[in-house]
């Protein structure tokens, strides 16, 4: 690419700044331009379910870059924009206000959004999910409301969002009930022996629990305020506030409409290219194919970042395979979840630390293993050993159950072997 090209990139999160900025890196001199549906500069997200809900963190904190940060690096932002359209033959964009925009490059960045509730009730005011920053003013306010007015939030899914927002309320002195339709929390991502000790951490707190929940309606007052959540069996918990954490869809409209592959998510390889070779694709709205074939979703910073990186090389015609180790992390209260490598049809377990003392001084990992091979690591407030594995899991040397286990063996002699 030339300095007489154009870059636009679709979406200012994490992945469509990262996607800029590394086009500067790698000595870019072109046009770029990042266009945001959202009025705000790109700000961070994780911040918004723990810091920012609880009002312990200010808007210039939370912002990733501001307009002019972006300017000195000669990109531009355009914010509250919203694109309607691609024209893969024509190279354009066409915008909600009917302009267009030329591109010789198009980053697709334009992340997920949250699943929502199709029961009776769901469309009531206070009834919010938690994407973006005016999604978690808005559920701070309602906050703010129940805490005046003594009335408590229920929240339906025991995923991540639903249980960092849990453990904010509970800070907050609000009372909380979680609602999941799974046997237990965490399901899609951690062991069952975590999904317990994470039960007992929010019980610990005074959260309210309900497993294979089934809700038949919000209930409504005559305002049209939520006042509770009806179960299948009659039972109905009163709440001044619904947040629903059920997961996320890929915004992948945009480049299924254009005739890209999609499948969950917008489908790119490696190196965040599409099936378009002027088109690549970082983020959340990616699904990347594999090399025997399957397709992976991650939704994390990590994967942004390292996408973003990938698919800016890919536009220069370079290739940086994003070939790291996945990483994750969650903080509830005072614990750190830190999450190594993708722990699916783990077979075998080891612990190292105390996990079954007191909850409140916890300190430990527990190592995934399949076929007697190390495959991920979740630590709880032990970064040590979640900075360790990474670089084992990278390495791919799988130390034993017992020498993992084993508190006095240092993990960084195990990397050196």
């Known amino acids: 690419m030339t300095a007489d090209d154009t870059v636009l990139v ?40 723990k810091a920012w809900l609880a009002g312990e963190m200010d808007a210039a904190q939370l912002t990733m870059r501001s307009a002019d940060v972006l300017a000195r690096k000669n990109i531009t932002l355009r914010s509250g924009v ?19 925009l030329p591109y010789t490059g198009l980053v697709l960045a334009t992340g997920a959004t949250p699943r929502s509730l199709t029961l009776p009730g769901a469309s009531a005011q206070g009834v919010l999910a938690l994407r973006s920053r005016d999604h978690a003013s808005g559920i701070a306010e309602h906050m703010a409301h129940c805490l005046d007015q003594q009335l408590g939030v229920v929240v339906i899914g ?13 800070k907050k002195g609000l009372a909380v009930t979680v609602l999941e339709a799974a046997p237990r929390l965490l399901g899609r991502v951690l062991a069952p022996v975590l999904s317990d000790w994470y039960a007992a951490l929010h019980r610990s707190h005074g959260v309210e629990l309900v497993f294979n929940a089934q809700i038949a309606a919000l209930e409504v007052d005559v305002a049209g305020a939520v006042s509770g959540v009806r179960l299948a069996d009659g039972a109905v918990i009163s709440a001044g506030l619904v947040v629903v954490g059920i997961g996320v869809s890929a915004n992948d409209q945009l480049a299924a409409a254009a005739g890209l592959e999609c499948d969950r998510g917008m489908v790119v390889d490696a190196c965040g290219r599409s099936s378009d070779e002027s088109i690549v694709a ?7 194919r594999l090399t025997d074939g399957s397709l992976l979703r991650l939704e994390s910073v990590q994967n942004a970042t390292e996408q973003g990186k990938s698919a800016a090389a890919a536009l220069m015609g370079q ?8 990483w994750f992390w969650s903080d509830q209260y005072d614990k750190k979840l830190q999450m190594a490598g993708l722990s699916m049809g783990a077979d075998s377990w080891a612990v190292r630390g105390d996990m079954a003392g007191d909850i409140n001084v916890a300190s430990f990992s527990v190592f995934h293993y399949r076929q007697g091979r190390l495959i991920a690591a979740d630590s709880v407030n032990a970064g040590k050993d979640h900075l360790a594995v990474r670089k084992l899991l ?24």
């Not at 025991?158 to 509970?170: D, P, Y």
């Not at 990278?394 to 072997?417: F, G, M, N, R, W």
């Open 82 to 100: 919203t694109v309607s359209f691609i024209d893969r033959a024509a190279k354009t964009v066409r915008l909600a206000d009917g302009s267009s």
């Open 282 to 288: 970082a983020g959340d709205c990616t699904a990347r």
């Open 10 to 49: 679709i979406g200012a999160g994490q992945a469509g700044v990262q996607t800029a900025e590394a086009l500067r890196t790698l000595g870019f001199a072109g046009g770029i331009t990042i266009l945001g549906d959202e009025v705000h500069a790109p700000y961070h997200r994780p911040p918004l379910s």
């Open 319 to 326: 290739e940086r395979p994003f070939t790291a180790t996945p």
């Open 394 to 417: 990278d390495a791919q040397v799988s130390p034993t159950p017992a020498q993992l286990a084993d508190s006095s063996c240092e993990l960084a002699a195990l990397i050196k072997k």
């Open 158 to 170: 025991g995923g991540f969002i639903g249980l960092e927002v849990a453990a904010t309320a509970r």
